[in-house]
């Protein structure tokens, strides 16, 4: 009988737009039903407000018809079956008047969206991208840290061993530590693509695969396989961790279109097969190779800058080591070490490339002071740091400065400056290759230890100053718990207005809303929004946010997530029915400036972090970062609080909603 009702509805709708043959393209978001029409003199909007259900209509770009949350993805769905479309697909040409369709429901997609927002795309590619080598190496954070660790330890005792400091006794330990260790570090391109391959929506264990075949595993000499561009045979690990993340993204790609492509009979068969033979392929004579070009071309470089001497090069090489370190360069500088010990007993270049670290310990220092509030930053910054100053820097760099986008630019800064020093000190040294950082001490040839230890420390310093004035993101500030739920609104709000039997949640029947965003608030009405503006789904409030983090209005239940990421709808105790609108017609950006952080069904407190809004992206696109938190079941109210526009902080009160007695 509810299927009846929504198909009704759609027919009604229907017969005041012209019918389906007068559709080109049907979606919804979260409160609307969205009508790409060929011909808009056929649609008669006094008739289509009448229809029962219909709450109102709006035509901009589309037909919206208004039916509310919940009630939108059944009648939208309901309409493509009569016509036997999936959601967002072109409705075709000669489409006759409604008929029964059994087909399934088809999940609500708005794929218009592509080929609308390319420019908006190009400019937040490298956003997205941070955000996904984020979510692939937090995991891998607590393995980092502590093999790291025990790296460091092993890389000091050694260098202690190779300077004749400890007994040859201690070789053993230190062996059993390296091997330790190695089974992180050794095997991290595997462990990498799994979590790629998670990430992107492939086969984990083909991810693996990918990863694992970077280390050319089965080619031993005399055996080899050579570089497309130079004929030169390929190294091992060539390609490093960027290349790995890269390779596995088009194994996602190209496995997705085969699931769609190959029949299900034999799909278990031949995609994994094909997936892994072309991006292999396609990793081995391509993605490798390329790497080694760039290699050849570093080297190059490198040499020509150790040429010129002094500052300069101290500075470049610095400032280049980590990202080179980010793209499995650094390999590629082991013979040159080598060369320089046999030549003059010990290699310059070693010392200076350690600077890059040290420029990373300075930017997560910088980074812990200006975002001490922020305590899941924090925490990681803590279990980074230590490995970082022994000369692991891998936890900083994909779990701290990387993510964040321009604390990783600042440390590298930091580690030109500190290049700079030892370059214009000259003839600092390590007589051996290995750890870098602080155990890089014991290692420095002819006592001129203390030079090395002033570079260092300039790194640090180059790197916190940098940070600290002009690599701080905003959304890095934003005061968190080590679980990522917001902390300093509610600690705010609960100074501001105490407990009292007037204020919050003393009464059963009265619920608490608080702002789920800082910024300003305003009225609904002055939201360039009809369906908010007049207010056809509910009554509420808007916020226009300084911030893109979001957070819970009320303490309640999730019950829906629109695919599209922009919406939420959430039921409380008292049986309010909450719309959280992320943004204005943000539905056609297809998820992409969104990261939500709950599920459906989650219990949710007011002020836990909800979702984040990536603002530049959504203005880059044209769209408004409005907030809109609306009451949708309105027969539910008997009396709202009112509240004025003002400057408002995220979980800050802004009215009280008394719901209607049972009896």
């Known amino acids: 009988m509810a299927q009846d009702k929504y198909q009704t509805m759609g027919d009604g709708i229907y017969a005041h737009i012209g019918g389906p043959q007068n559709v080109a393209k049907l979606i919804h978001c979260m409160t609307r039903v969205r009508l790409t029409i060929k011909d808009e003199a056929k649609v008669d909007q006094a008739a289509l407000k009448k229809v029962p259900g219909v709450l109102g209509v709006v035509q901009e770009e589309t037909l919206q018809v208004i039916v509310g949350p919940g009630t939108v993805n059944k009648v939208a769905q309901a309409m493509v079956d009569r016509v036997g479309v999936a959601l967002g697909d072109p409705f075709p040409a000669n489409t006759q008047p409604p008929v029964e369709s059994n087909q399934s429901a088809v999940e609500a997609k708005a794929a218009e969206v592509r080929a609308a927002h390319k420019a908006k795309l190009k400019q937040t590619w490298w956003r997205a991208a941070l955000k996904h080598i984020s979510a692939i190496f937090i995991p891998l954070i607590p393995a980092f840290v502590g093999a790291g660790l025990i790296s460091g330890v092993a890389g000091i005792l050694a260098n202690l061993l190779t300077a004749g400091d400890l007994p040859t006794s201690w070789a053993s330990f230190i062996t059993v530590l390296k091997v330790i260790n190695g089974g992180l570090f050794t095997f991290l391109n595997i462990y990498v693509g799994i979590n790629a391959a998670t990430e992107f929506g492939a086969t984990a264990g083909l991810g693996g695969i990918i990863g694992g075949l970077v280390y050319l595993p089965g080619v031993v000499a005399p055996i080899t396989i050579n570089n497309v561009f130079t004929h030169q045979p390929l190294s091992p690990g060539q390609g490093g961790i960027i290349g790995v993340i890269f390779a596995v993204w088009l194994l996602a790609v190209v496995e997705k279109r085969l699931h769609r492509l190959i029949p299900n009979a034999i799909d278990i068969i031949f995609t994994p097969m094909l997936s892994l033979l072309s991006i292999g392929l396609l990793t081995i004579f391509f993605i490798m190779p390329l790497a080694g070009w760039v290699s050849s071309s570093l080297v190059g470089t490198i040499n020509w800058t150790l040429q010129v001497g002094g500052a300069f090069s101290g500075a470049i090489l610095g400032l280049a080591f980590l990202p080179m370190v980010m793209l499995g360069l650094h390999q590629i500088l082991t013979p040159i070490h080598l060369e320089m010990i046999k030549s003059i007993g010990y290699t310059g270049l070693l010392p200076i490339?350690?600077?890059?670290?040290?420029?990373?310990?300075?930017?997560?220092?910088?980074?812990?002071?200006?975002?001490?509030?922020?305590?899941?930053?924090?925490?990681?910054?803590?279990?980074?740091?230590?490995?970082?100053?022994?000369?692991?820097?891998?936890?900083?760099?994909?779990?701290?400065?990387?993510?964040?986008?321009?604390?990783?630019?600042?440390?590298?800064?930091?580690?030109?400056?500190?290049?700079?020093?030892?370059?214009?000190?000259?003839?600092?040294?390590?007589?051996?290759?290995?750890?870098?950082?602080?155990?890089?001490?014991?290692?420095?040839?002819?006592?001129?230890?203390?030079?090395?230890?002033?570079?260092?420390?300039?790194?640090?310093?180059?790197?916190?100053?940098?940070?600290?004035?002009?690599?701080?993101?905003?959304?890095?500030?934003?005061?968190?718990?080590?679980?990522?739920?917001?902390?300093?609104?509610?600690?705010?709000?609960?100074?501001?207005?105490?407990?009292?039997?007037?204020?919050?949640?003393?009464?059963?029947?009265?619920?608490?809303?608080?702002?789920?965003?800082?910024?300003?608030?305003?009225?609904?009405?002055?939201?360039?929004?009809?369906?908010?503006?007049?207010?056809?789904?509910?009554?509420?409030?808007?916020?226009?946010?300084?911030?893109?983090?979001?957070?819970?209005?009320?303490?309640?239940?999730?019950?829906?997530?629109?695919?599209?990421?922009?919406?939420?709808?959430?039921?409380?105790?008292?049986?309010?029915?909450?719309?959280?609108h992320m943004g204005l017609d943000t539905v056609a950006l297809n998820g992409d400036p969104f990261t939500v952080h709950v599920t459906e069904n989650e219990t949710v407190k007011a002020g836990q972090q909800i979702a984040e809004m990536d603002l530049p992206a959504i203005k880059t696109a044209g769209k408004s970062t409005t907030i809109i938190t609306v009451i949708t079941n309105m027969t539910h109210v008997a009396a709202m609080t009112s509240f004025t526009d003002q400057s408002i902080t995220a979980g800050e009160d802004v009215l009280r909603v008394t719901s209607q007695s049972e009896s």
């Open 353 to 580: 490339l350690a600077m890059a670290g040290g420029g990373q310990v300075g930017a997560a220092l910088a980074l812990w002071i200006k975002c001490r509030q922020n305590q899941q930053l924090v925490r990681l910054i803590k279990g980074a740091l230590p490995v970082g100053i022994l000369g692991v820097g891998e936890p900083l760099i994909y779990g701290v400065s990387l993510p964040l986008g321009r604390p990783f630019v600042t440390a590298c800064i930091g580690g030109g400056i500190g290049g700079a020093v030892i370059g214009m000190i000259g003839h600092i040294g390590a007589i051996t290759i290995g750890p870098s950082g602080a155990a890089l001490i014991p290692l420095i040839a002819n006592h001129q230890w203390l030079g090395y230890v002033f570079g260092l420390l300039a790194s640090y310093a180059g790197g916190f100053l940098a940070t600290y004035f002009f690599g701080v993101p905003e959304s890095a500030m934003v005061p968190t718990s080590a679980d990522g739920t917001i902390i300093e609104p509610l600690a705010v709000n609960t100074a501001a207005v105490p407990e009292t039997p007037s204020t919050r949640a003393t009464s059963p029947d009265a619920t608490q809303l608080v702002a789920p965003a800082a910024g300003q608030l305003q009225a609904l009405s002055g939201v360039p929004d009809d369906v908010f503006s007049q207010k056809m789904v509910g009554d509420g409030f808007a916020i226009i946010p300084s911030h893109g983090t979001v957070v819970a209005p009320v303490d309640g239940t999730i019950v829906s997530i629109m695919p599209t990421k922009h919406a939420w709808t959430m039921t409380t105790a008292t049986g309010l029915e909450i719309l959280v």
